[in-house]
Structures are given as structure tokens and as C-alpha cells.
């Protein structure tokens, strides 16, 4: 849809979003964005500004209809926030089709034209174009085009895909609406524990700089346009190093440990991302504990409550300039159904919401993440606990993004093109070869791969769909009536179900439960067998190297696209972005802060091997992605 305009006395067509019947300053469109800005924020009364200086979620009704109810994580009807509490700033969850995401973004915007200075609604998003479903971290593709999960990406080991892909996220993003990006997640996962390894890109720092820049260009552009996803780098100054491997999310996990002496490593890559014009940063939840720089002990208080992390480092030392967007609920404790997950006030849980929140002032975020606790900061500067110039510093960064973004002249998105352009033909076929050329081939003894080179194989398989095997042959009941087996199993993990959120974390140990490779080594005594492993982290695969003729990993990828790999339709090419682990004990031994340091590892960091395909025989002739 098309936005209303009205037009100057010198013919320059403007939304007259005050409803003054006057081209404002701020409406003008042929002014810069820091001139508009400036406008705006001189006409804001304290309660506008207090209202942007919050982003939290808010989810779709029925068809793209407003909510005007609490949700399934949301706390407040969406005119609450919007007119209520003058926030325009949310974080989307569930998208079920691009026409629902783009009426109801449209929906938005309208309810928005009604707040006094027609303050136009920023949408954003975790990521969403992968496998992980995670409401505390990211959502599987629905709608949209499906690629690898970021290891998977960095597993290809290359620039042009990850720009690619990057692109392709943009425009099926602004499509529905949605222009500002809860990533890249570019920490270093140097503890083979951390539960958010599947988001980042590995640990090796430059690769991972370079990967930063390709993906900021490929969202943003060389600057913020009407074209733009604008991001938020995160976690700042990188969220590898957590203690044993426990995340932040948990009280359990809040401690992050540098006994190698390793920080400014893990800070290399959001550097380039500074230097490459990232829109927004966001620090981690944990804490560091026994932190010193340049001869100065650090704080133990969580990164965002930290002034010596975000104004010391990133604004003044880094020369940031940005937004600075605190992760999910640093003030508040939330409670969804019967659970509860505190607040991460971790260093500082013994403040109430009024001091937790005037802390993270001093420290200098600009934005408070999942908290639509409006009348805490009003509270705080009526008071005088806080001086409202404080408030203006933060403001004039978030509105400046909004003004570069286009979103004052037109924030609206056309239905029907949504339709078109998320999750296209085209979009889907790119991000399925991704998937299964990321594929990492570990183990291929006596040149078992690629398979299926002659028609009508006999399948014994494990964790793969029928419709998916229908391409390849038929699937055998028994091992011992197969030619071949392939069982796909996913990365260990210890389930957790107490806190919110910590079902979906895959965190605890890295091993494999022993009845698993007894079970695996009768199937290889009847047929060769093939395993395929789900590395959401770097599980400990030695008791299965004995049993697999071929042993290879993926990163999120269809069952399609692993049999594309496995049988050479599409040659896998992908090699680790971490090391696989020999044993716990190794794991349990190693620093938390460096790269590749466990002892005599089972595949170091960049192993992987490419099987030579012949001619494929048995593919049917569509394209793979055609029946996902």
C-alpha cells in the first residue's frame, strides 16, 4: 500500500504525520536524516522519548490482524504499547505467511500514524531462515527461504555465499515489513559447551571478521537506505568464553571466564563490525570474572550493566556511535505460564527494577530489550534521578536509524509482492544447494561416498522422511535387507525443562550415550553404515568412528539436501569452523577463551574432505528444492 500524502506550497510531497496541515522539518524529505532527526527530537514530549527508548515483542494476530491481547510470550495488547506507552520499536516471533507478516506490519504503521508525531514502527527479528526453533534465540524458515544455520555457512567457507545469502534474507525481510536484524551473532565459540553455537560463524577471529563484513554489506549496503536491514551486532564484546559452557540466558550460566588471556581476540570481529557501519550492538547477558584491561580490574556485572564495556570500550576507545540495545529483560523477571525466567541482572541482583534500570543508563545503553516498563523511566527522571538530556542522547541515535531506513516517508509493504518475493523459487533452490554443499564429509573409508550410483538402492534409514528417500531407492525394513544404511542422529545434549527458554537450549555434555554406538555397531555388522550428525555443537563422535563407513556432519539441512550430498547430486564442500573434540575430559581441560584448545582433537578446525561424484544416476530430474 501506498502512503498518505499531502503536498507543500513548492509542490514537495510530504506525510503530514503531526496533522498540522505544515511540511515540519522532520516531514521534509529533501532534508539529511541528522537534520530531521534533530527537528523531531526538539518537538518530543518526555513521554515520546521514554517510549522509543524500549523494544519488545508483540505477535500477529489471526491473518495479519492486530493482537489486542496478551500473547503466547507478549505482555500487552498491541494499542497499549503503541498508543499507550508510545513504543515503536518490536521484536516479531511467528510469521505463518508473508501475507499475514506484511498486513500486519501495514496494520502497524497505520495504528502508528495516530501517535502525535506519526512515529513510524521499526519491526525486527532474530534469525529465521534456518532449522533452530528457539523463541529465545532464533525461528525455523516458515515462509522463507531455508538455508544452513550459521556454522553452516561458515562451514562453506565462503564470502559470496554468506553476501548472497545476506541479500536474500534482506529482501524477503523488507517484503514483510521487517527492517531491523537481531543479528549477526558473531561471538566465538571457544567452549565446545555453549549452547548458541549453531548462530555464530566459528571461532577463528579474522575468518569470522570477514564473514561480518560480507554480511553487514549484504543487509545494510555500504551505508543505511531505504533498501536497508538495519543490524544489531551481537554479543558484545562476545559471548564464547561462558564458564563450562552454561548460558547466560540461566543464573547458571552468568560467569565468563578468560583464563587464556584471550579477550581481546574475542573482540577482534566486532571491531570490523564498527568499521563497517553496524546500525546497532548489543552486549551479552554474562558477567566476566577475573577481567583485567590494560592493567584495570573490569566490573563483575553483566556486560550491558558495565559503563567500563560500553562507554569505555565501545563508545569512547571503539568509536561507536550507534544504538546500543540491551539484550532480553535485564530489569524485570518473566514469568510465561507456570515458569519464570529471572532477570539477568547478573553482579547485580540485589537491585530493584528502578536501580537495575538507572544502571544501565549510567553504563550507556540506549534501548532496553524485551521491557515495555515505560513509567520506570519516566519515574526516574521526573524524580530527578535522571536528567532528561540523558534521554535526548539516546533518542537521537534511535530516531536517526528510523530517518536513514525511509521509514518516516514510507514504512508500508505490498501484500501481493511479499507473496512473490519470500521464499521464491529461486531464493529456496539457492538456499537448498547451501545446505547441502555445507555438508562435511569426516569419514569416507574404502570410498563409500558418494552413494546411490546405480538406480533402485535398497535404504535402511534412520531420521530420514519417505518422501525424501522415494528419489533414491526404497526404503528396507532391516538392516540386513539393505545395500546401504544412513542414520541421522542429532548433536548430545543434557535436557533441562525448569527455567523458561531452557528446554530449547542444547547445553550440558558433548557425549553420546553409550547404548547409541553398541546399537549403530550391529547395524554396521549387517550393511555399511552411514552417519549423519547434526552439529548444533561439536559433539564428541569417537565411539562412532569404529562403526561408520562414512561419518559426515550438517548444520541444518533438509533431508533433501543431505541425500543431494551424500549422493553426489550436489558435492558436499563444507569443512569445520570448530574442532571436534576427542573426549570430555579434553573438553573439561581446555581454557575457555581459546580457539582451538582442546588436547589432540578427532578433526582439527578446517577438516573436511571432498568424495569425488561420478555421473549421478539416480536423481530424479526436478530440482531438489521443487519437493521440499
Known sequence: MQPTLSTAPDGTRFRDLNGNGVMDPYEDPRLTPEERTADLLARLSLEEKAGLMFQTVIELGDDGDLLETPGAISKSPTSTVILGKGMSHFNVHHIPTARAGARWSNNLQRLAEQTPHGIPVTISTDPRHAFVENTGVAFSAGPFSQWPEPMGLAALDDLEVIRTFADVARQEYCAV????????????????RWGRQAQTFGYDAERVSQITAAYLEGFQGDAL???????TTKHFPGGGPQRDGEDAHFPYGREQDYPGGMFEYHLAPFREAIRRGTAGMMPYYGMPVGLERDGRPIDEVGFAYNRQIVTDLLREELGFDGVVVTDWELVNDNHVGDQV????????????????????????????????????????VRSGAVAEERLDASVRRILLVKFQLGLFDDPYVDEDAAERIVGNAAFREAGTRAQAESVTVLVDREETLPLFAAPGARIY????ADHALAAYGERAVRPEEADVAIVRIGAPFDPRDDLFLEKWFHQGSLEFPPGLAVRLARIADQVPLVIVVNLDRPAVLTPLLPVASALVADYG???????????????????????????????????????????DPV??????????????????????AARQ
Do not use: K, N, Y
Open 177 to 192: 515489513g521487517i527492517r531491523a536484524a537481531l543479528h549477526p551473532q558473531i561471538d566465538l565459540p571457544t567452549e565446545p
Open 225 to 231: 537506505g531505504p533498501e536497508s536491514v538495519a543490524c
Open 341 to 380: 525466567l529471572p532477570a539477568r541482572a547478573w553482579g547485580v541482583e540485589h537491585l530493584d527494577a528502578t536501580g537495575r534500570m538507572r544502571m544501565l543508563l549510567d553504563a550507556g545503553v540506549d534501548q532496553f530489550g524485551g521491557e515495555e516498563c515505560v513509567d520506570l523511566l519516566l519515574d526516574l
Open 461 to 464: 534409514a534412520e531420521g530420514l
Open 557 to 599: 539441512s533438509s533431508d533433501e539436501a543431505v541425500l543431494a550430498a551424500l549422493s553426489g547430486r550436489i558435492p558436499p564442500r563444507g569443512v569445520l569452523p570448530v574442532e571436534i573434540p576427542r573426549s570430555m575430559d579434553a573438553v573439561r581441560a581446555s581454557a575457555t577463551d581459546v580457539p582451538d584448545g582442546t588436547a
Open 603 to 624: 578433526f582439527p578446525r578446517g577438516f573436511g574432505l571432498r568424495p569425488v561424484a561420478p555421473a549421478p544416476v539416480a536423481a530424479a530430474s526436478e530440482p531438489v
